[in-house]
T-cell receptor, first 116, second 114 residues
Framework: AQTVTQSQPEMSVQEAETVTLSCTYD???????LFWYKQPPSRQMILVIR??????QNATENRFSVNFQKAAKSFSLKISDSQLGDTAMYFC?????????????FGEGTQLTVNP | EPEVTQTPSHQVTQMGQEVILRCVPI?????FYWYRQILGQKVEFLVS????????KSEIFDDQFSVERPDGSNFTLKIRSTKLEDSAMYFC????????????FGEGSWLTVV
């Protein structure tokens, strides 16, 4: 079974600064996908970024980028130029890559607060 | 942009009552899911559904739960006899038929059992 661990329950950052959220996972799979989802106070789950494990290049999406270290089973999210609207709970998630329709396994989440 | 829609957004029900949560997945998606999030906890997988049958379910998804796709657009989660511990946010989600495809979530249905 896969496990996802987010060791930072809460983090805060000043507006316009950079923050990194940590995520580690444990799996025996070689082919998988990793995701970061954001859950603002509205509680909707919104995709932030996606990484294929077979790709060495780290995914980027505007101000969001990841540091994917496959050997270390680490998948951190970097948010640059933080904005007040980035305040949310951030969940790291794992998906096996062998079949369609695989489930997501989520971490416990990190509550990020962006301060003005 | 297409999105997953869920109704109701919030429902309060008495313990022991049946509840049906409804979802309209994204139209060209073929995999449908239900996830649950108890307040303050992480999001947990309940069930996935493909080609009109359950493709995978978790240990949470016991006999009191059922899913159905009654027509070409709706996807429902039924809880037969609700318990206090069923109080949670229930997320419907969908994805296309491809390995590793992104799962898109609805806004959730908040269920309160009293």
């Amino acid at each position: 079974a896969q496990t996802v661990t987010q060791s930072q329950p809460e983090m805060s950052v000043q507006e316009a600064e950079t923050v990194t959220l940590s995520c580690t996972y444990d799996t025996s799979e070689n082919n998988y996908y990793l995701f970061w989802y954001k859950q603002p106070p509205s509680r909707q789950m919104i995709l932030v970024i996606r990484q294929e494990a077979y790709k060495q290049q780290n995914a980027t999406e505007n101000r969001f980028s990841v540091n994917f270290q496959k050997a270390a089973k680490s998948f951190s999210l970097k948010i640059s130029d933080s904005q007040l609207g980035d305040t949310a709970m951030y969940f790291c998630a794992f998906m096996k890559g062998e079949t369609s329709g695989s489930r997501l396994t989520f971490g416990e989440g990190t509550q990020l607060t962006v301060n003005p | 942009e297409p999105e997953v829609t869920q109704t109701p957004s919030h429902q309060v029900t008495q313990m022991g009552q049946e509840v049906i949560l409804r979802c309209v997945p994204i139209s060209n998606h073929l995999y449908f899911y239900w996830y649950r999030q108890i307040l303050g906890q992480k999001v947990e997988f309940l069930v996935s559904f493909y080609n009109n049958e359950i493709s995978e379910k978790s240990e949470i998804f016991d006999d009191q739960f059922s899913v159905e796709r009654p027509d070409g657009s709706n996807f429902t989660l039924k809880i037969r006899s609700t318990k206090l511990e069923d109080s949670a946010m229930y997320f419907c989600a969908s994805s296309r038929r491809a390995v590793g495809n992104t799962i898109y979530f609805g806004e959730g249905s908040w269920l309160t059992v009293v």
